[in-house]
């Protein structure tokens, strides 16, 4: 079990920090671009500092007290956009800090 704790942890980052957005009231999508501009808004609502921002790959990178968000912003297949958020680096520096630009997202995404 205690082999297996450093995964579970990794995936409860992964998991809690993942959104996929889809039809809204059954006859709008987010778009691509909606969604990448709120995660740019995030960045700056929480303080980090965009690092990287690769638009056709759909990758963005922040960084704020040495912890890096990268974010991925793609279309799938049936029209939705999935937008998953991981942290890596010194997360215990800010604990919170994945939570909170998730949050930030979300207010810039309207919920």
């Not at 987010?30 to 990758?59: C, K, P, T, Y």
């Amino acid at each position: 079990m205690a082999r297996s704790l450093p995964l579970l942890l990794f995936l409860a980052v992964v998991v809690t920090g993942c959104a996929t957005l889809g039809p809204q009231g059954g006859t709008q999508t987010v778009s691509v671009d909606r969604s990448w501009f709120a995660v740019v808004d995030a960045f700056a609502d929480e303080g980090l500092r965009v690092i990287h921002e690769d638009r056709a790959a759909g990758l963005i990178e922040g960084e704020f007290k040495e912890i890096i968000v990268s974010v991925r912003v793609e279309e799938q297949d049936d029209g939705n956009v999935r937008v998953d958020f991981v942290a890596l680096g010194e997360r215990q520096k800010d604990p919170g800090l994945l939570q909170r630009v998730v949050r930030a997202y979300d207010r810039q995404m309207g919920r």
